[in-house]
């Protein structure tokens, strides 16, 4: 399945691929060395774009989920919370997903620049910030641009309820998605260099679940 917010420009490859399919076949036998390039080339274009753009299916993780697929980049303390980054590279899944069930209270655009996602710099990035009201604690979830990766595209808005493991949102192309919850609430059990999966893969455990 293709993500929502795919842009149409991917059916572009796969159509001109069979327009030179078809016209192959109704050309003469022999086949030029260009007919053939151009194949291969409308090929490997179409494949990247559907797999690129792809949405697969995940069973939801128990606790707090992983919001994308890729590796974490970071698990530090700010204050009263603990701020958990995964960095997508160009072969992630890159649907985001609610990694808590909650009710969005705001969403706000900021940041400036287009460094590389798995940067410190990228800190200040093009950004969305989604703050949610969560039973019982409040989190936020962070959506980073990325050098390459310049299109936020929300699924979401003020006023919506989100289940743990649903579709958010997509960035395309390599970005980070930032979880932040509240660090007296949640056992952090991923570390810098751990791969996970968006809606399956836990980050954390509530410490009352450890009790």
Request: charged share 20%; hydrophobic share 45%; with cysteine.
């Amino acid at each position: 399945m293709l993500a929502r917010g795919t842009p149409w420009t991917i059916t572009i490859p796969p159509a001109l691929l069979a327009l030179t399919a078809v016209a192959m076949v109704a050309g003469p036998l022999t086949v030029a060395l260009w007919n053939l390039l151009a194949v291969a080339l409308l090929l490997m274009l179409s494949f990247m774009g559907i797999y690129f753009f792809r949405d697969p299916e995940r069973t939801v993780g128990e606790g707090l989920v992983a919001p994308c697929h890729g590796r974490v980049l970071g698990v530090d303390e700010e204050g009263d919370r603990v701020r958990v980054s995964t960095f997508m590279g160009p072969m992630d899944v890159h649907v985001i997903r609610a990694p808590l069930k909650g009710k969005v209270v705001s969403m706000e655009r900021g940041g400036s620049g287009f460094h590389r996602a798995y940067t410190s710099e990228a800190g200040h990035n093009v950004q969305l910030a989604i703050d949610l009201h969560g039973d019982p604690e409040d989190f936020t979830v962070v959506m980073v641009s990325g050098w390459f990766a310049r299109r936020i595209v929300p699924h979401i808005a003020p006023g919506d309820t989100v289940e743990r493991g649903s579709r958010i949102g997509l960035i395309r192309f390599g970005s980070r998605v930032d979880v932040l919850v509240p660090k007296n609430e949640y056992r952090i059990t991923v570390e810098p260099g751990t791969r996970v999966r968006a809606g399956s893969s836990s980050l954390g455990v509530r410490l009352d679940a450890d009790s």
